[in-house]
Protein backbone atom coordinates (compact mmCIF):
# COMPACT_ATOMS: atom_id res chain seq x y z
CA UNK A 1 0.00 0.00 0.00
CA UNK A 2 2.85 1.99 0.60
CA UNK A 3 4.30 1.66 -2.42
CA UNK A 4 1.05 2.67 -4.44
CA UNK A 5 1.24 5.30 -2.52
CA UNK A 6 4.46 6.47 -3.71
CA UNK A 7 3.64 5.55 -7.40
CA UNK A 8 0.43 7.79 -7.34
CA UNK A 9 2.82 10.61 -5.72
CA UNK A 10 5.26 10.74 -8.25
CA UNK A 11 2.66 10.46 -11.31
CA UNK A 12 1.13 13.65 -10.07
CA UNK A 13 4.14 15.38 -9.29
CA UNK A 14 5.02 14.57 -13.18
CA UNK A 15 1.97 15.22 -14.53
CA UNK A 16 2.28 18.33 -12.77
CA UNK A 17 5.60 19.14 -14.27
CA UNK A 18 4.53 18.47 -17.15
CA UNK A 19 1.96 20.80 -16.92
CA UNK A 20 4.03 23.86 -15.32
CA UNK A 21 6.01 23.34 -18.29
CA UNK A 22 3.04 23.61 -20.92
CA UNK A 23 2.16 26.65 -19.24
CA UNK A 24 5.30 28.19 -19.64
CA UNK A 25 5.43 27.50 -22.82
CA UNK A 26 2.23 29.36 -23.53
CA UNK A 27 3.16 32.09 -21.54
CA UNK A 28 6.68 32.53 -23.71
CA UNK A 29 4.28 32.10 -26.66
CA UNK A 30 5.06 28.53 -28.01
CA UNK A 31 2.10 27.29 -27.65
CA UNK A 32 -0.90 28.80 -28.94
CA UNK A 33 -3.36 27.89 -26.92
CA UNK A 34 -3.81 27.53 -22.47
CA UNK A 35 -3.37 23.87 -21.39
CA UNK A 36 -7.22 23.71 -20.13
CA UNK A 37 -7.76 19.55 -20.54
CA UNK A 38 -4.35 19.35 -19.36
CA UNK A 39 -5.11 20.84 -16.41
CA UNK A 40 -8.67 19.85 -15.41
CA UNK A 41 -7.44 16.76 -16.02
CA UNK A 42 -4.55 16.94 -13.24
CA UNK A 43 -7.08 19.10 -11.33
CA UNK A 44 -9.33 15.88 -11.25
CA UNK A 45 -6.71 13.41 -10.19
CA UNK A 46 -5.15 15.75 -7.17
CA UNK A 47 -9.20 15.95 -6.12
CA UNK A 48 -9.22 11.86 -6.58
CA UNK A 49 -6.16 11.69 -4.70
CA UNK A 50 -7.44 13.74 -1.44
CA UNK A 51 -10.24 11.40 -1.25
CA UNK A 52 -7.96 8.35 -0.65
CA UNK A 53 -6.46 7.66 2.65
CA UNK A 54 -2.61 8.19 2.67
CA UNK A 55 -1.62 6.07 5.37
CA UNK A 56 2.31 7.77 5.91
CA UNK A 57 2.90 10.71 7.10
CA UNK A 58 5.44 11.34 4.78
CA UNK A 59 3.24 10.56 1.81
CA UNK A 60 0.66 12.89 3.37
CA UNK A 61 3.00 15.84 3.96
CA UNK A 62 4.64 15.15 0.06
CA UNK A 63 0.71 15.37 -1.06
CA UNK A 64 -0.64 18.20 0.64
CA UNK A 65 3.08 20.00 -0.13
CA UNK A 66 2.42 19.21 -4.16
CA UNK A 67 -1.48 20.24 -3.74
CA UNK A 68 -0.63 23.01 -2.32
CA UNK A 69 2.23 24.23 -4.89
CA UNK A 70 -0.65 23.47 -8.24
CA UNK A 71 -3.27 25.76 -6.18
CA UNK A 72 -0.60 28.31 -6.16
CA UNK A 73 0.65 27.75 -9.47
CA UNK A 74 -2.85 27.76 -10.73
CA UNK A 75 -4.19 31.00 -8.95
CA UNK A 76 -1.01 32.55 -10.93
CA UNK A 77 -1.97 31.17 -14.34
CA UNK A 78 -5.72 32.06 -14.05
CA UNK A 79 -5.00 35.70 -13.10
CA UNK A 80 -2.39 35.83 -16.19
CA UNK A 81 -4.78 34.52 -18.65
CA UNK A 82 -7.56 37.41 -17.32
CA UNK A 83 -5.06 40.41 -17.44
CA UNK A 84 -4.64 39.10 -20.81
CA UNK A 85 -7.87 39.41 -21.55
CA UNK A 86 -8.34 42.84 -20.16
CA UNK A 87 -5.85 43.92 -21.56
CA UNK A 88 -3.49 44.76 -18.33
CA UNK A 89 -0.99 42.33 -19.66
CA UNK A 90 -0.07 41.83 -23.36
CA UNK A 91 2.27 39.87 -25.81
CA UNK A 92 5.48 41.55 -26.99
CA UNK A 93 6.31 40.90 -30.85
CA UNK A 94 8.09 37.79 -29.91
CA UNK A 95 4.85 35.87 -28.55
CA UNK A 96 5.70 36.55 -24.59
CA UNK A 97 3.57 37.61 -22.25
CA UNK A 98 4.63 41.32 -20.41
CA UNK A 99 3.18 43.53 -18.14
CA UNK A 100 1.93 46.89 -19.63
CA UNK A 101 4.02 49.90 -18.32
CA UNK A 102 2.12 50.74 -14.96
CA UNK A 103 2.85 47.37 -14.04
CA UNK A 104 0.52 46.77 -11.16
CA UNK A 105 -2.62 44.41 -11.56
CA UNK A 106 -5.58 46.46 -10.84
CA UNK A 107 -3.99 49.79 -11.82
CA UNK A 108 -6.01 51.70 -15.08
CA UNK A 109 -3.13 54.42 -15.03
CA UNK A 110 -0.35 53.67 -17.35
CA UNK A 111 1.05 56.87 -17.62
CA UNK A 112 0.06 59.26 -20.90
CA UNK A 113 -0.41 57.35 -24.04
CA UNK A 114 0.75 60.82 -25.42
CA UNK A 115 1.84 64.56 -24.39
CA UNK A 116 -1.15 66.58 -24.85
CA UNK A 117 1.38 69.59 -26.54
CA UNK A 118 1.89 66.72 -29.15
CA UNK A 119 -1.51 66.42 -29.65
CA UNK A 120 -2.21 69.70 -30.18
CA UNK A 121 0.48 70.76 -32.34
CA UNK A 122 -0.01 67.07 -34.47
CA UNK A 123 -3.84 68.81 -34.97
CA UNK A 124 -3.05 72.08 -36.11
CA UNK A 125 -0.51 70.31 -38.56
CA UNK A 126 -3.63 67.94 -39.92
CA UNK A 127 -5.55 71.42 -40.24
CA UNK A 128 -2.90 73.00 -42.13
CA UNK A 129 -2.14 69.85 -44.38
CA UNK A 130 -6.47 69.82 -44.92
CA UNK A 131 -6.12 73.37 -46.36
CA UNK A 132 -3.36 73.38 -47.94
CA UNK A 133 -4.96 70.31 -49.84
CA UNK A 134 -8.30 72.19 -50.34
CA UNK A 135 -10.33 70.36 -48.26
CA UNK A 136 -11.31 73.27 -45.47
CA UNK A 137 -9.91 72.80 -42.30
CA UNK A 138 -12.03 75.36 -39.95
CA UNK A 139 -10.17 76.49 -36.57
CA UNK A 140 -13.74 74.95 -34.90
CA UNK A 141 -12.62 71.54 -35.90
CA UNK A 142 -9.69 71.70 -33.99
CA UNK A 143 -11.05 70.84 -30.68
CA UNK A 144 -12.50 67.39 -31.93
CA UNK A 145 -9.71 66.08 -34.31
CA UNK A 146 -7.65 66.91 -30.44
CA UNK A 147 -9.99 64.46 -28.88
CA UNK A 148 -9.97 61.85 -31.76
CA UNK A 149 -6.16 61.79 -32.04
CA UNK A 150 -5.79 61.69 -28.29
CA UNK A 151 -8.44 58.87 -28.36
CA UNK A 152 -6.65 57.19 -31.05
CA UNK A 153 -3.68 57.61 -29.02
CA UNK A 154 -4.93 55.44 -25.92
CA UNK A 155 -6.37 53.22 -28.19
CA UNK A 156 -3.03 52.72 -29.95
CA UNK A 157 -0.92 52.44 -26.72
CA UNK A 158 -3.06 49.92 -24.96
CA UNK A 159 -2.64 47.54 -27.46
CA UNK A 160 1.24 48.04 -27.58
CA UNK A 161 1.80 47.70 -23.76
CA UNK A 162 1.93 51.55 -22.70
CA UNK A 163 4.28 52.75 -25.09
CA UNK A 164 3.98 56.45 -25.91
CA UNK A 165 2.35 57.87 -29.58
CA UNK A 166 3.55 60.00 -31.48
CA UNK A 167 1.77 61.29 -34.63
CA UNK A 168 3.38 62.32 -37.77
CA UNK A 169 1.55 64.78 -40.09
CA UNK A 170 1.90 64.35 -44.28
CA UNK A 171 0.48 64.77 -47.31
CA UNK A 172 0.74 61.90 -49.81
CA UNK A 173 -1.33 62.10 -53.44
CA UNK A 174 -3.15 65.27 -52.63
CA UNK A 175 -4.54 64.22 -49.26
CA UNK A 176 -3.64 64.58 -45.78
CA UNK A 177 -2.44 61.22 -43.64
CA UNK A 178 -1.60 60.76 -40.00
CA UNK A 179 0.62 58.23 -38.87
CA UNK A 180 1.00 57.00 -35.59
CA UNK A 181 4.60 56.22 -34.58
CA UNK A 182 5.35 53.75 -30.95
CA UNK A 183 8.10 55.05 -29.04
Not at 74 to 96: F, K, P, Q
Request: glycine letters at 10%.
Amino acid sequence: MAEESKEMMDRLEADFVALKHEYDLFFNGKRRSEPVRERKELETKLQVSSRRTIVSNADKLRFNNLSARYWTLANLWTRTVRDLEEGRMHRDSGGIVTRGSGGRRGTGDQGEPVDREHVDRAAEALLEARRSCGLGGDSADIRSVRETLYARAKEISASAGGKKVEFVVSVEGGKPKVKAVLR
